[in-house]
């Protein structure tokens, strides 16, 4: 199975900062690649699909990038309803299908 | 506005089978789309189970493939999970979702999701 690994596992940032999260493939997946934000209690939420492709209704702080076995999520300004859990997720129809990476947790400094 | 609703026990034996159901609305599952269930063990990460099209096509997670049966019934436009053999290590937040994104290209996503369900395995 193709294996996702993302960093860092948590961060602490401001209101206003500029976040960056990194998600890594085990092997190419071309820009097959969709990010997540979770809060605490509810169910994940789609932000970006094909690596760089902004959900509807997802505010354009939002953006994503890579391909291949390297990924980024980007929050230019992060604002408050931003702190929140996110995952990287990908597919592969020979190699197990469906994974997601561990997670990245943002939280306020 | 595509809305999915799980059902079931929150509190199965271990060694029994876990039965869940996805109720999905303003959607006709027949109509197309593959169907998901995913899991989520308390504060831990996310865990695809397993996805079944319309027509019934199934494709599970190799490492759960051999306990699990995801089940559709367009009559009453749901999907139903069965897991068997619990262990505590089931115990998780089973969410059902519906797959989109490219089916094209295979650049798969789950774009819309239920409310989640826990479930605990204790005797």
């Known amino acids: 199975a193709i294996q996702l690994t993302q960093s860092p596992s948590s961060l602490s940032a401001s209101v206003g900062d500029r976040v960056t999260i990194t998600c890594r493939a085990s092997q190419g997946i071309s820009s097959a690649l969709a990010w997540y934000q979770q809060k605490p209690g509810k169910a994940p939420k789609l932000l970006i699909y094909?690596?760089?492709s902004l959900e509807s209704g997802v505010p354009s702080r939002f953006s994503g990038s890579g391909s291949g076995t390297d990924f980024t999520l980007t929050i230019s300004s992060l604002q408050p309803e931003d702190f929140a859990t996110y995952y990287c997720?990908?597919?592969?129809?020979?190699?197990?299908?469906?994974?997601f990476g561990p997670g990245t947790k943002v939280d306020i400094k | 506005q595509v809305q999915l609703q799980e059902s079931g026990p929150g509190l199965v034996k271990p060694s029994e089978t876990l039965s869940l159901t996805c109720a999905v609305s303003g959607y006709s599952i027949s109509s197309g789309y593959y169907w998901g269930w995913i899991r989520q063990p308390p504060g831990k990460g996310l865990e695809w189970i397993g996805s079944?099209?319309?027509?019934?096509?199934?494709y599970y997670n190799p490492s759960l493939k051999s306990r699990v049966t995801i089940s559709v019934d367009t009559s009453k436009n749901q999907f139903s999970l069965k897991l068997s053999s619990v262990t505590a290590a089931d115990t998780a937040v089973y969410y059902c979702?519906?797959?989109?994104?490219?089916?094209?290209?295979?650049?798969?996503?789950?774009?819309?999701w239920g409310q989640g369900t826990l479930v605990t395995v204790s005797s």
């Open positions: 997720q990908q597919f592969n129809n020979y190699l197990g299908g469906f994974t």
């Open positions: 079944i099209y319309h027509s019934g096509s199934t």
């Open positions: 094909d690596a760089s």
């Open positions: 979702a519906r797959v989109g994104g490219d089916y094209g290209s295979g650049s798969y996503n789950f774009d819309y």
